[in-house]
């Protein structure tokens, strides 16, 4: 079957790094997604990795590595603004997204 | 442009009543889906649309129907609700669905089933 897994739940304090994990097993791969949902609110789109290697937005950036099925995504200087669910999705061979459960990031001052 | 908004926001039904959400988008997008949300659960797909006039079902296309008359609406109805089908529903849409197409989410709408 197609799985995606996360940590349920990660806290960080304010100004800190955070770095969140995303292991996946699916039927072929069209490209891995990050997106931020902050509570009561639809998803928004943060990042899209295909190839191996880092890609770096503002105080995001996602890894991917194909081989391990695995992806990261790291947030720098974290604001309070920060605190909301992280999910992962892939692309199968079907271009239809497998979604993880989400990760709930607490922000602490 | 209001991008992707869904009616309603909230709704609350008894067993076996029906309904139907609709949901709109002005960005032209020729790709159209309906999610549900439970909590611990990945977002998972109900049925989704390629184009104008043309349905397929997802993941949990069960106890649901839906129709796309229009490239700018997108419905999804329930013919008798169960207490199973209680979750937050998000529409969601993307040009073409392709590798790398970022979909964009309405603002979702709150169900529960008595």
């Known amino acids: 079957g197609q799985n995606i897994d996360q940590p349920t739940e990660m806290t960080a304090t304010e100004g800190a790094i955070v770095q969140i994990n995303c292991t996946y097993q699916?039927?072929?791969?069209?490209?891995l997604f990050w997106y931020q949902q902050h509570a009561g609110e639809a998803p928004t789109f943060l990042s899209y990795?295909?190839l191996d290697g880092l890609e770096e937005k503002g105080r995001f950036s996602s890894f991917l590595s194909r081989s391990k099925g695995y992806s990261y995504l790291l947030l720098k200087e974290l604001q309070m603004k920060d605190s909301a669910s992280y999910l992962c999705?892939?692309?199968?061979?079907?271009?239809?997204?497998?979604w993880g459960a989400g990760t709930k990031l607490i922000i602490k001052p | 442009n209001a991008g992707v908004t869904q009616t309603p926001k909230f709704r609350v039904l008894k067993t076996g009543q029906s309904m139907t959400l609709l949901c709109a988008q002005d960005?032209?997008?020729?790709?159209m889906y309906w999610y549900r949300q439970d909590p611990g659960m990945g977002l998972r797909l109900i049925h989704y649309?390629?184009?104008?006039?043309?349905?397929a079902k997802g993941e949990v296309p069960d106890g649901y129907n839906v129709s796309r008359l229009k490239k700018q609406n997108f419905l999804l109805g329930l013919e008798s609700a169960a207490p199973s089908q209680t979750s937050v529903y998000f529409c969601?849409?993307?040009?073409?669905?392709?590798?790398?197409?970022?979909?964009?989410f309405g603002p979702g709408t709150r169900l529960t089933v008595l």
């Open positions: 990795n295909v």
């Open positions: 969601a849409t993307d040009s073409s669905g392709g590798a790398g197409d970022e979909q964009f």
């Open positions: 960005m032209n997008h020729e790709y």
């Open positions: 999705a892939v692309m199968d061979s079907n271009y239809q997204l497998i």
């Open positions: 699916t039927s072929g791969f069209n490209g």
């Open positions: 649309s390629v184009g104008e006039g043309t349905t």
